[in-house]
């Protein structure tokens, strides 16, 4: 039987109140559930309108402004030029599917390690830094090839979806960028 989720509902006072434990929750704990894998929505106690987006990304926010912040301002600039381009919509998907790629890459690492270590190793913090650390040239390699991988895969579909275009409407000179011209 499957569990249903967590329902949260966020008041006019920006207070969120988790309906499973009948008790106020703050951002720190809706990222507690996230961390856990937890399902939940957020919902505008008021109006109904589901706010889970919205509570998540102010969690990133929250991240990025403290300790070190994962995304770089050129990501965060080349990510906000993607709105309201033609893009826009297979991003969100491109974007997705890499971080489920690189989440699965990461489970299998972790799922060796467990069965060299053992249970508790799998999740240690200490030997992830020493892995790391030996393993840190290798790992670059192996992200760097998925990295280009990526870019030339998003290349090509960028390729398919201009040359698609020139099918559909043959009287429209579409400029190639300089990659293309380099080729």
Same mark, same amino acid.
Request: aromatic share 10%.
């Given at each position: 039987?499957?569990?249903?989720?967590? =329902? +949260?509902?966020?008041?006019?006072?920006?207070? @969120?109140?988790?309906?499973?434990?009948?008790?106020?929750?703050? =951002?720190?704990? %809706?990222? /507690?559930?996230?961390?856990?894998?937890?399902? $939940? &929505?957020? !919902?505008?106690?008021? #109006?109904?309108?589901?706010?889970?987006?919205?509570? @998540?990304? &102010?969690? +990133?926010?929250?991240?990025?402004?403290?300790?070190?912040?994962?995304?770089?301002?050129?990501? @965060?600039?080349?990510?906000?030029?993607?709105?309201?381009?033609?893009?826009?919509?297979?991003?969100?998907?491109?974007?997705?599917?890499?971080?489920?790629?690189?989440?699965? %890459? &990461?489970?299998? =690492?972790?799922?060796?390690?467990?069965? @060299?270590?053992?249970?508790?190793?799998?999740?240690?913090?200490? =030997?992830?830094? &020493? $892995?790391?650390?030996?393993?840190?040239?290798?790992?670059?390699?192996?992200?760097?090839?998925? !990295? /280009?991988?990526?870019?030339?895969? $998003?290349?090509?579909?960028?390729?398919?979806?201009?040359?698609? #275009?020139?099918?559909?409407?043959?009287?429209?000179?579409?400029?190639?960028?300089?990659?293309?011209?380099?080729?």
């Amino acid at each position: 039987m499957a569990t249903q989720s967590r =329902l +949260i509902k966020k008041y006019p006072n920006r207070r @969120l109140y988790d309906t499973r434990t009948s008790t106020y929750i703050t =951002l720190a704990d %809706v990222k /507690e559930l996230v961390l856990a894998h937890e399902a $939940f &929505q957020v !919902v505008d106690a008021k #109006t109904g309108d589901d706010l889970t987006r919205a509570i @998540l990304l &102010q969690i +990133i926010l929250e991240e990025e402004a403290g300790g070190a912040p994962m995304f770089s301002s050129d990501l @965060l600039s080349q990510m906000i030029r993607f709105y309201g381009n033609a893009m826009q919509g297979m991003m969100g998907n491109y974007i997705e599917n890499n971080i489920k790629s690189f989440t699965e %890459v &990461q489970t299998k =690492l972790k799922e060796q390690a467990k069965s @060299l270590y053992g249970e508790p190793a799998g999740d240690s913090q200490d =030997l992830w830094a &020493q $892995f790391l650390k030996f393993q840190g040239p290798a790992m670059q390699h192996m992200m760097g090839a998925y !990295v /280009e991988q990526s870019q030339k895969m $998003f290349q090509q579909m960028q390729d398919t979806m201009q040359e698609q #275009t020139r099918k559909i409407f043959p009287g429209i000179y579409i400029k190639p960028d300089d990659k293309a011209e380099k080729k």
